[in-house]
Each structure stands twice: as structure tokens, then as C-alpha cells.
Nanobody
């Protein structure tokens, strides 16, 4: 069983930055593709960004391209989401997720991620 714990959320003004981290338990983190998803009140969970197991391939939702950056440190069992130029519409609970199936690329489909963290709140004020 893999446990994921997110941290780094908070309240920030529009235009500001936050850095979310997710640390994973277990010895096989290097084999996991990792994703970040978010869910705003009254909305469905949506894909934000993903990185493949090696860290060599990344994928972003269009609205965050150029503002967010995902990275993976296999030595520290950690995936990070650097969020810059934040907008009020980025307000949501952010979840990290792990896909343990060694796919060649990355997926934006929540159904392909087997393990999820508890989420961390990000609030961007205007």
C-alpha cells in the first residue's frame, strides 16, 4: 500500500506563488508516474499536471501551462508542483496521485491512478 501526503497549500494573493509537495511511502516510488489533480467546490475533480515514472515526460492542463511546473525526486520519494502567477480560478483542493503501472507516457485520467493523497487547500484571493 502506498501512502501519499501533500503539503504546501495555503492562502495567497493573485499573482503569487505556492509550492506543493507530495511525499510517498514505499520503496518503489521511482516506478510511479505521478499526477496532480484539483477539485473546486461544486465542480468535478480535474487534471492539473503529470510526470512519468522517470521524470522525463510531463503533461499539463492547458490553463496551467507556463505557470505550473511538476517535478519528481526519486531519491526523496517526492513530487512537487510549483505554481506561479496564481489566479483566483486556481482555488481548489489539490491532490497528488500515483500510477504504479510503468506506462511509457503519462495519463490525465484519474481512473488510471491507484493511490491518492488527502488533499491540500489552495486559496487564491483577488
Amino acid at each position: 500500500q502506498v501512502q501519499l501526503v501533500e503539503s504546501g497549500g495555503g492562502l495567497v494573493q493573485a499573482g503569487g506563488s505556492l509550492r506543493l509537495s507530495c511525499i510517498a511511502s514505499g520503496r518503489t516510488f521511482s516506478r510511479y508516474a505521478m499526477g496532480w489533480f484539483r477539485q473546486a467546490p461544486g465542480k468535478e475533480r480535474e487534471f492539473v499536471a503529470a510526470i512519468n515514472w522517470s521524470g522525463g515526460s510531463t503533461y499539463y492542463e492547458d490553463s496551467v501551462k507556463g505557470r505550473f511546473a511538476i517535478s519528481k525526486d526519486n531519491a526523496k520519494n517526492t513530487v512537487t508542483l510549483q505554481m506561479n502567477s496564481l489566479k483566483p480560478e486556481d482555488t481548489a483542493v489539490y491532490y497528488c496521485a500515483a500510477d504504479p503501472w510503468l506506462r511509457p507516457g503519462v495519463s490525465r485520467a484519474a481512473s488510471e491512478y491507484d493511490y491518492w493523497g488527502q488533499g491540500t487547500q489552495v486559496t487564491v484571493s483577488s
